[in-house]
Each structure stands twice: as structure tokens, then as C-alpha cells.
């Protein structure tokens, strides 16, 4: 797993993989990025504001990070999400609301999915591991955004079943949203694995539904030691965990 291996071997039959979307498979952060950069050009945005693209980016992600986490808490609906995260951010650069481009959140929502960056390795490791297991996704977010955004990166092949925090009105790291995409599976919690960017929806919230879980850190500076059985380890290179999983099934499988 490169840098950081799993801690132990899954002894146990594994039938379904599932992924987190966002920072996992589909590069969000890449991708959300040559969005913004797009409208902050498209609107004219330079002048109304002394910030630079570069700070509105920034600036943006910071305040939509912020109502993410108040969207899986349930405190705001998507409507609020989606405009509320460019209206705050238009009032801290300073621009008046007469100058705010209006339905910006829908163009976003337009160009951002079109985008086509992934993380590293991510078709490599679908690849390999849709030829033995059943591949799952699942992420908070827009049911068509979300689809668009599997369809036009190439990865549609590889996934037999996506749920969105829409799709059934709950998000991680909620332990029903887990349970539901169990039940229509048919799986159970105990022949599956998890695997997530973020340490509180994705990592906790596997682990408290009872999914061996993993943690994917693209960015090896943000590792945490997590003290919990249900915990499968930190991965840094998708292409090595898929390796590890396979060959760990056949260990199994021989046994």
C-alpha cells in the first residue's frame, strides 16, 4: 500500500467493494477547481472583487466545506447548500449583491461533474478489483451530479450500484445510509469493505455500521492512528490496495 500498509489480513469473505466518490475515485479537488476557475473568468469576476482567482478557489472551498458539514448534520436542505456556499463566499470577496452573477450554483453544477480527473490509479484499481468483486459507491451528493460525473470520467463500467445522501434522504456518516445500501444488496456488513477520504464520514461511518474500513489519504501528511477492529488501515496507493485485496481473497479462498 506504499507507504502505509494495512494493519491486518481480512480473514473472511469478501463479496462487495464500496467506495466513497468525492477524493477517492473522482479528483473533487482538481475538478472543482477548473470549474471555479471557469466562472471566476466567465463573470468577470476580477472586477468586482481584489481577490484573485487563486483566493476565490480557496475561499470557496473553505466555505463549502463548511456547509457540507451542515448538510450531513441535517441542518440545511441541498437548495441551501448549493446557493448559500456562493452567496457567503461572494460577501466575504466583498461583491455587492447587485454584482453577485446570478444562478451560479447551477452552472457549477453544470461544468463541475463534466470534468474528468480522477485520483490516482482509480481505473487501475476498479479494473482490477470489478474482475472478483461487485463494486459499490457511496457518497453524499446530487443523484444527477453524481451520475454524470461516474459517466463522463469512464468509470460507469466498473459500478453496479451507487447511492447518494439525495437518493435516500439521509448522508453519511449516518449508520442507516450504510445499512440501506446493505439491505438492497443483500450483503452483509461482515463480507464487505469500505473505503473513504474523510475521516469522520467516511472512515467513522463505516466503522460504526460495521464495515471493515479503510481510509484513503492522498495526501500522506494527514494520516491519523485509529485504535479500532473494525479498522482496515491507511491506504496511499489505490492500485496497491486493490493487489492486496485480491490476493488476500485467494489466500482465503485457498484455505
Known amino acids: 500500500m506504499s ?17 466513497d466518490l468525492d477524493n477517492t475515485l473522482w479528483d473533487f479537488d482538481k475538478n472543482a477547481e477548473k470549474a471555479l476557475h471557469e466562472l471566476y473568468r466567465k463573470h468577470n469576476l476580477h472586477l468586482h472583487t481584489t481577490y484573485r482567482v487563486e483566493q476565490f ?16 448534520l441535517g441542518e440545511i436542505d441541498k437548495d441551501k447548500l448549493r446557493t448559500g456556499r456562493f452567496i457567503d463566499t461572494f460577501v466575504l470577496m466583498g461583491i455587492e449583491p ?30 482490477k478489483l470489478s474482475q472478483v468483486f461487485k463494486i459499490g ?26 447511492q447518494t445522501s439525495e437518493s435516500v434522504k439521509l448522508a453519511k456518516p449516518n449508520e442507516e445510509f450504510f445499512q440501506l ?23 467513522w461511518g463505516g466503522i460504526n455500521s460495521g464495515i ?14 485509529i485504535a479500532h477492529p473494525l ?22 479462498e485457498s484455505n
Not at 57 to 72: C, F, H, I, T
Not at 181 to 203: M, R, S
Open 98 to 127: 447587485a454584482l453577485q452573477p446570478t444562478n451560479i450554483w447551477n452552472e457549477y453544477l453544470e461544468i463541475c461533474p463534466q470534468m474528468t480527473d480522477l485520483m490516482p490509479g482509480a481505473i487501475e484499481c476498479l479494473s
Open 3 to 19: 507507504e502505509i500498509k494495512p494493519q491486518y489480513q481480512l480473514e473472511k469473505k469478501i463479496d462487495w467493494v464500496f467506495f
Open 57 to 72: 478557489v480557496q475561499l470557496y472551498k473553505d466555505v463549502n466545506a463548511s456547509y457540507w458539514k451542515r448538510y450531513e
Open 212 to 225: 471493515t474500513t479503510f481510509h484513503y489519504l492522498y495526501d500522506v501528511n494527514k494520516t491519523e492512528h
Open 137 to 162: 459507491v457511496l457518497t453524499n451528493g446530487f443523484e444527477n451530479t453524481q451520475n454524470v460525473k461516474i459517466k463522463k470520467s469512464g468509470i460507469d463500467k466498473y459500478i453496479q450500484f451507487l
Open 181 to 203: 445500501a446493505l439491505f438492497e444488496n443483500g450483503v452483509n456488513p461482515t463480507n464487505c469493505v469500505y473505503i473513504g477520504d474523510n475521516l469522520n464520514t467516511d472512515v
Open 231 to 252: 479498522f482496515g488501515g491507511a491506504v496511499t496507493d489505490l492500485v496497491d490496495w486493490a493487489n492486496w485485496l485480491i490476493a488476500n481473497q485467494a489466500k482465503y
